[in-house]
């Protein structure tokens, strides 16, 4: 597969599909949702997967995460295979290095205060609670949510979740940052703020940005843009990123430097 130009070209990647497939279970037939797949996240990239719904978005960000794993292919996170390491090793290495924000993951405990939302995986870590908590604040003011750090987490509004979230996914310093529909921001403005702060986000950490979105404007400031359909992927290389519609599987490569993953 092509690659765009990067400041990281020849530098390991960071995660790097190849040929990856997953499929389940419906009824008497299988539904494949990606189909060899293949790809490289480098260090301090921001990615973008376009695609609407049930296209394979969310299962791909899952096999990135280890909550999934592929029924072929492979996946390597910093040279490990992911495959062959240890459920515990496995899951440390994920937890530690990887941070992923659900938008529709909101489910506070009751009673539960924003600041101990985003304090509690450094205290699953071993940190004391005044430790995480300083910490969580810290990175609560940085993601624009201080004002609702010390209130209760379940009645917040869809903005401030996701600005919770993210400090939540941002928290460990992880080198990788997941986003899987960031979307539900009902304004335009109010979507492009929070994609803004994504990147600045990952720029901070020094953490690359993979975000799977159906909306179009998470394309804007990209490295390198995807669009998924049909279980392939097609990736577009270059700046300025531009969104390209997904061929449909029967017709032949097309002319201009897109490949379908796996060709």
């Not at 419906?26 to 260090?43: A, K, M, Y």
């Not at 496995?90 to 909101?106: A, F, K, P, T």
């Not at 910490?135 to 600005?163: F, M, N, Q, V, Y």
Request: net charge positive.
């Amino acid at each position: 597969m092509r690659r765009a130009p990067s400041s990281s070209a020849g530098a390991a990647p960071l995660l790097r599909f190849e040929q990856v497939s997953k499929g389940y279970p419906d009824g008497c037939r299988r539904i494949e949702v990606l189909e060899r797949v293949s790809f490289e996240v480098h260090r301090g990239e921001h990615i973008a997967i376009l695609g609407s719904r049930r296209t394979g978005k969310s299962t791909l960000l899952r096999l990135v995460a280890g909550i999934e794993t592929p029924d072929e292919g492979q996946i390597d996170f910093q040279g490990h295979n992911l495959a062959r390491m240890g459920t515990l090793l496995r899951q440390r290495l994920l937890r530690d290095q990887i941070g992923l924000l659900v938008s529709e993951d909101w489910h506070p405990a009751k009673g539960e205060r924003v600041v101990d939302l985003v304090a509690l995986p450094l205290v699953s870590d071993g940190a004391t609670m005044r430790e995480a908590r300083s910490r969580a604040r810290k990175t609560l003011s940085w993601a624009g949510a201080s004002d609702c750090a010390d209130d209760l987490a379940a009645p917040l509004a869809i903005g401030e979740r996701l600005r919770v979230l993210l400090a939540r996914a941002l928290v460990r310093r992880p080198r990788l940052l997941l986003v899987d529909e960031p979307a539900l921001v009902p304004s335009l403005e109010g979507r492009k703020a929070l994609y803004e702060l994504l990147r600045d986000g990952a720029r901070e950490h020094d953490a690359a940005l993979l975000v799977a979105s159906e909306d179009t404007e998470v394309a804007r400031g990209t490295d390198i843009l995807m669009s998924l359909g049909g279980g392939e992927l097609v990736r577009v290389g270059g700046e300025p990123a531009k969104v390209v519609p997904f061929p449909p599987r029967h017709l032949p490569r097309q002319p201009g430097g897109l490949e379908r993953s796996g060709s």
